[in-house]
């Protein structure tokens, strides 16, 4: 969908996903719009950061799969970095060439439950 909102009006086409199978299953797509010059940014989520490289519950390596098919890739790791990294996945998504830029987004904490 992002692909294509981005081909029928020339703007940026944004998508996202959950972390592990579901950002592992953005890659096909997020690789098509890079190949046709579609500029999109994709968001992924991931796990927190204390449990990142453990093989922890949907943890997916999405930045190494999306290496190869993307324009340019990045993980925010805190959440001071997120208003400059997504004006910049932004700006390169769109410029030159336009192209699929993946945006990792770590979860800084463990979610708390509400009763």
Known sequence: MADGYA??????GV??????????NLVTGVATANIDSSAI????GQV???VIGTDAFQEVD???????????????RKTSEIPAQFKAAFQIASSG????????????????LRT
């Open 7 to 12: 081909r029928a009006t020339g703007g940026v």
């Open 15 to 24: 998508c996202l996903a959950t972390s592990g199978p579901g950002a592992a």
């Open 41 to 44: 940014v994709a968001f992924t």
């Open 48 to 50: 927190t950061r204390a």
């Open 62 to 76: 999405i930045i190494g799969c999306s290496a190869s098919v993307t324009k340019y890739n990045m993980q925010i």
């Open 97 to 112: 060439r336009k192209g699929a830029v993946l945006v990792d987004l770590q979860r800084t904490s463990p979610p708390t």
